[in-house]
Nanobody
Framework: QVQLVESGGGLVNTGGSLRVSCEVP????????MGWFRQGPGKEREFVAA????????YYANSVKGRFTISRDNAKSAMYLQMNNLQSEDTGVYYC????????????????????WGLGTQVTVSS
């Protein structure tokens, strides 16, 4: 079982920035492709961004492209999501996810592709 722990959420004004982090306390993050999903009030969980196991490839939802940046540090077994120019529609619980890749470089954008999930961190954008 792989444990994922998110941190860094909070309350921010429209146009502001936040960075959320995901740590893998047991290490070994380099074995997994990883991603961020979010779930807004009354909405289904949706894909935000994904990163391949080496960090070479990234992919973003159209709604966050140009505003959010996903990155990872395998030496620290951690992944990050830098969020800039936050808007009210970005409000929600942000979840970290990890899935095995078998060593293949690639990104995963669907919930079912991920085996492991964190408990989430709340991001609230206030106008």
């Amino acid at each position: 079982q792989v444990q994922l722990v998110e941190s860094g959420g909070g309350l921010v004004n429209t146009g502001g920035s936040l960075r959320v982090s995901c740590e893998v306390p047991g290490g070994g993050a380099s074995a997994y492709g990883m991603g961020w999903f979010r779930q807004g009030p009354g909405k289904e969980r949706e894909f935000v961004a994904a990163i391949s196991w080496s960090g070479q490839y990234t992919y973003y939802a159209n709604s966050v492209k140009g505003r959010f940046t996903i990155s990872r540090d395998n030496a620290k077994s951690a992944m990050y999501l830098q969020m800039n120019n936050l808007q009210s529609e970005d409000t929600g619980v942000y979840y970290c996810a990890a899935g095995p890749t078998g060593g293949v470089e690639g990104v995963m954008t669907e919930v079912y592709e991920y085996n492991y999930w964190g408990l989430g961190t709340q991001v609230t954008v206030s106008s």
